[in-house]
């Protein structure tokens, strides 16, 4: 099984994917962007203010098919539940904001880039936090972390779930970090028990 955690920057997420390490030590934890050379070319590509949106659509797609193939295909396939700090959505909300207005209908073309070969996650905790709380909390310390990208990419995000409602499992980020991780760990607790 996969189940993968999205949602904007700030929102909490990479804090519960840490603390899940310890509630739940026996699931695969992995996450996007990786720590493979791909992952280190896409780094650089978020600090670069300048970088090209479609460039940098292909480096984080292309950092998803190595993740695939190097990590959660073998994963799945040894029959363990992977646990991922963003994944495919991450694609389709950021990209597809960070492109509109460089290409028509943009979420659905990153969507349709991804359908031959992506692995799509059985089951999504969303982590909801409002762009402004998010960018505060997160800083703003990349190019995709300023409040009025956020709420795009929010928008993003809130379309996907209109999609597949019964993939995602919303959780208020808003919370205290406390009640933030207990309501994961119930989500995910769910999530497996099926
Ligand atoms: P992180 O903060 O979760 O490590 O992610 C780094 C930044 O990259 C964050 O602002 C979200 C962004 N991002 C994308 O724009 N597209 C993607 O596909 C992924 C995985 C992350």
């Keep these: ?7 904007i920057d700030g929102s909490g997420k990479t804090t519960a994917w840490e603390a899940l390490h310890d509630s739940h030590p026996d699931l695969t934890y ?3 962007p990786t720590d493979s050379w791909y ?9 670069d203010d300048d970088a090209d949106p479609m460039a940098d659509l292909f480096l984080f797609t292309a950092d998803h098919a190595d993740h695939l193939s190097r990590v959660v295909r073998p994963a799945l396939e040894r029959g363990e ?13 950021y990209q597809g904001a960070s492109l509109a207005g460089v290409i028509k209908r943009p979420m659905e073309y990153v969507r349709g880039i991804h359908q031959p070969f992506t692995r799509p996650p059985d089951a999504t905790i969303y982590f909801d936090v409002d ?6 909390r997160a800083g703003a ?6 409040a009025g990208y956020l709420a795009a990419v929010q928008e993003n995000y809130e379309t996907l779930v209109g999609y597949e409602p019964e993939r995602f499992v919303r959780v208020d980020a808003e919370q205290s970090p406390e009640a933030v991780l207990e309501a994961v760990e119930d989500a995910l607790d769910r999530i497996l028990d099926g």
Excluded at 39 to 45: F, L, M, Q, Y
Excluded at 141 to 146: Q, V, Y
């Design 1 to 7: 099984m996969l189940v993968t955690l999205e949602g």
């Design 30 to 32: 992995t996450a996007e």
């Design 39 to 47: 992952g280190e070319a896409v780094r650089r590509s978020l600090a």
């Design 81 to 93: 539940v992977v646990v991922s700090d963003r994944y495919s959505d991450s694609r389709y909300a």
């Design 131 to 136: 762009p402004q709380v998010g960018a505060e």
């Design 141 to 146: 310390t990349d190019k995709f972390e300023a």
